[in-house]
């Protein structure tokens, strides 16, 4: 990211487990990104998104660097990491709800929802955008934010703000 110059606010999530609130920084987090809970509930997950067909997204990724790194600067999105963490601190079956510092991005985005699919939580997760409501496998905002952009995308020859704005915060 530093490498184009457009690095600025990184994104940051937050989620509230037992009345304390945690926060999670894109691409932080290692140490719990290294613990055996998290790596059990990321190969859980990873396992039932398989068995429904879900191709993880990497789209968000700009650099030219191979596959493999680009799904691993995915995985450290912040609102994977809080949601990985509510759904481990949290009783099955509870609502999980999350606010994020920036808008969610097209991969998360979709991934969360394949999340609510496969592990039956409701998980609200508020940016700066709106409020986007996964439930089953859905989105409230029926991806309303997603097309805008990839329309703005198409209209916008010269450049992308509107998507670079998303990309290059994380
Ligand atoms: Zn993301
Ligand atoms: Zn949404």
Redesign the pocket.
Known sequence: MQKRGIKKEA?CSWTQVKNRVHSFV?GGGFEFRNSAEYRKMWNELSEAMKKIGYVPGTS?VLHDVNEETKAMW?CG????LATIFALINTTSGMPIRITKNLR??????S?IKVVSRVTGRMIVLRDTNRFHHFKEGVCSCKDYCVFLRILLCLVSALSCPSCVEGHAN?
Do not use: F, L, P, Q
Request: hydrophobic share 40%; proline share 0%.
């Open positions: 994104g894109a968000v995915v999105h912040s609102e994977r969610v991005c097209i991969d998360c985005h991934w994380e």
